[in-house]
């Protein structure tokens, strides 16, 4: 059974342009959720995705959007890229809604210069 | 406020050198809590669901237990690929997950 996969795996930006980030879950999973990871702040949730709905957001900016299609695949959106947005963004997927087994993709690693 | 402390924030062992990892927390209405693993440059791996106290979880070199205020991660005999760092999170009554810092493990030969 494939895992969560993540695309691209590594990508450079610079200040004040978007990037999209995609991600697959596993076959059968309708719960995708995004993380962003840093070394100071450690795993923060972005949001939750459930049968294309946004389930539950987390406290980040306007900027970080998401959506789900109908095949349960998934796209973040970062747009007026910051510095600080420098990160690894990992994606998640489950089975159902508000699960905490978790089963990771191996991340997109966005460095913005 | 939910919170989860994960200590120490690294352990360095010998193997074979057996040891306990702590993820405290306080949380309102705990739903479950989880360990995960991660390796470098990697997503989280999902090790184990603990739902209640008293409960006890095994795989391999690993054995997790949980009370009301805390959860061990006891590592027994561990060898060098046992190193990473494990990450705790426990889930409250409005199903969110609220993570720990991370403890990072190393192993050395």
């Known amino acids: 059974k494939a895992g969560v996969t993540q695309t691209p795996r590594y990508l450079i930006k610079t200040r004040g342009q978007q990037v999209t980030l995609s991600c697959s879950p596993i076959?059968?999973?309708?719960?995708v959720s995004w993380y962003q990871q840093t070394p100071g702040q450690g795993l923060q949730f972005l949001f939750e995705?459930?049968?294309?709905?946004?389930?539950n957001k987390g406290n980040f900016p306007g900027r970080f959007s998401g959506r789900q299609f109908s095949n349960s695949r998934s796209e973040m959106n970062v747009s007026t890229l910051e510095l600080g947005d420098s990160a690894l963004y990992l994606c998640a997927s489950s089975l159902d809604s508000g699960s905490g087994e978790l089963f990771f993709g191996e991340g997109s690693r966005l460095t913005v210069l | 406020e939910d919170q989860v402390t994960q200590s120490p924030e690294a352990l360095r062992l010998q193997e074979g050198e057996s040891s306990s990892l702590n993820c405290s927390y306080t949380v309102s209405g705990l739903r479950g809590l989880f360990w995960y693993r991660q390796d470098p440059g990697k997503g989280p791996e999902f090790l184990f669901t603990?739902?209640?106290?008293?409960e006890e979880k095994e795989k391999e070199r690993l054995k997790a237990t949980l009370t009301k205020k805390e959860s061990f991660l006891h590592i027994t005999a561990p060898k060098p690929e046992d190193s990473a760092t494990y990450l705790c999170a426990v889930q409250d009554s409005n199903y969110q997950l609220i993570w720990g810092a991370g403890t990072k493990l190393i192993i050395k030969p």
């Open positions: 076959s059968g999973h309708r719960s």
């Open positions: 603990l739902y209640s106290a008293g």
């Open positions: 995705y459930f049968s294309e709905t946004q389930r």
